[in-house]
């Protein structure tokens, strides 16, 4: 496990829970124990879910649409957050 604190936008892959094996998008840091996060679909932007980073695994890619978007107006389409995963599962796809 590392002990880093996943960014706002970063992919996360979650370890634990109902949603266990599936991605989704950091949108906020609450503090360094726990993020919410969010994947556009069955967890939507407004229905963040706060998860203990011990549950989550960071993976190296962060959404430049989700940061700028957040940072611009304080929040993100639930388009965006499904794009940034899809987007993700499929650079993974190419590369394993």
């Given at each position: 496990m590392n002990?880093?604190?996943?960014q ?9 829970g109902r949603d266990?094996?599936q ?11 726990y993020v919410?996060?969010a994947?556009g679909?069955?967890r ?8 203990n980073l011990l549950?989550l ?5 962060i959404?430049s649409?989700v940061?700028?978007?957040?940072n611009?107006i ?7 957050l499904r794009?940034?995963?899809?987007q993700?599962i499929?650079?993974?796809?190419v590369q394993?």
């Amino acid at each position: 496990m590392n002990e880093e604190i996943p960014q706002i936008g970063q992919i996360v892959k979650i370890l634990r829970g109902r949603d266990a094996g599936q991605f989704a998008v950091v949108i906020a840091v609450e503090d360094n124990r726990y993020v919410y996060i969010a994947d556009g679909d069955k967890r939507k932007f407004d229905g963040a879910k706060k998860k203990n980073l011990l549950h989550l695994d960071p993976q190296p890619m962060i959404s430049s649409e989700v940061v700028n978007s957040i940072n611009e107006i304080g929040r993100v389409t639930n388009g965006k957050l499904r794009y940034a995963v899809q987007q993700f599962i499929n650079a993974s796809e190419v590369q394993s």
